[in-house]
């Protein structure tokens, strides 16, 4: 089932099979649908900026390679208002020095916001986000990480 959620800062979409996330998209342009389902619900609660676990919710991670269930398992313990920097999670996985390999499994992350991969960063700068860099920031803003 795919839901689509008008929120103050975009449109978002989570797809959702038995209870298991399948894909999580910000920045859709498909009209919106009303939330129906626990995660569609919680991502509005978490949109209008109230606290929300997500930590409880299964990702559909078929296919994907050890390592990069290893970089998303890292990413879901980075608590909503901080964040961590690609060579912080390789470090955590016990791959220190696989930053950019983070960032090539964070790139291919299903589920953005349930595996919060705006919360990972670069050394330098905020580093990338599918989502394009302006959700980055909405989201990072949202949560209090960033000003």
């Not at 676990?53 to 296919?63: M, S």
């Not at 992350?109 to 599918?130: D, E, K, M, Q, S």
């Amino acid at each position: 089932m795919a839901e689509i959620l008008e929120t103050p800062l975009g449109r978002v979409s989570v797809e959702h099979a038995e209870g298991i996330v399948q894909e999580i998209h910000v920045g859709v342009r498909r009209p919106p649908t009303a939330p129906q389902s626990p995660i569609a619900r919680d991502l509005a609660r978490y949109f209008a900026g109230k606290p929300v676990d997500l930590g409880g919710y299964r990702v559909n991670l078929f296919g994907f390679t050890e390592f990069e269930r290893k970089v998303y398992e890292a990413t879901r313990k980075i608590p909503p208002g901080e964040v961590r920097t690609y060579g912080e999670i390789a470090k955590s996985i016990g791959n220190a020095g696989a930053s950019r390999a983070v960032g090539n499994a964070l790139a291919k992350n299903p589920a953005c916001i349930v595996i919060p991969c705006h919360r990972v960063v670069g050394t330098n700068g905020l580093g990338g986000f599918t989502g394009g860099l302006e959700w980055k920031r909405k989201l990072l803003r949202l949560e209090g990480a960033l000003e």
